[in-house]
């Protein structure tokens, strides 16, 4: 198993990001992905997460009417568009893939939101 995060970078409060999650190794369409964030100097915590044909996706009341949970599982690929950002959201951001109770994680990719 193996997931990929990519679209992390320095951005402007009010500025919009699309983080990326490639994933390999197991049968993607099969199973419910999930975005969370590291704040520095806290606790890793669930973002979002998304059911395999994407017909349900459920947020954090911290990002909801803000951020957007997506798959493609053409592309074995989840995303995290995420509008409006602000100082607050700056973390590390991670996707987690859950297969046969085993928790696998993507390497992270840095959101920094600062004037």
């Known amino acids: 198993v193996q997931l990929v995060e990519s679209g992390g970078g320095l951005v402007q409060p009010g500025g919009s990001l699309r983080l990326s999650c490639a994933a390999s190794g197991f049968t993607f369409s099969a199973y419910g992905m999930s975005w969370y964030r590291r704040p520095p100097g806290k606790e890793r915590a669930l973002v979002a997460n998304?059911?395999?044909?994407?017909?349900?996706?459920n947020y954090a009341d911290s990002v909801k009417g803000r951020f957007t949970i997506s798959r493609d599982n053409a592309k074995n690929t989840v995303y995290l568009q995420m509008n409006s950002l602000k100082p607050e959201d700056t973390a590390v951001y991670y996707c987690?893939?859950?297969?046969?109770?085993?928790?696998?994680w993507g390497q992270g990719t840095q959101v920094t939101v600062s004037s």
């Open positions: 998304i059911t395999s044909a994407g017909g349900s996706t």
């Open positions: 987690r893939a859950k297969l046969s109770g085993i928790d696998y």
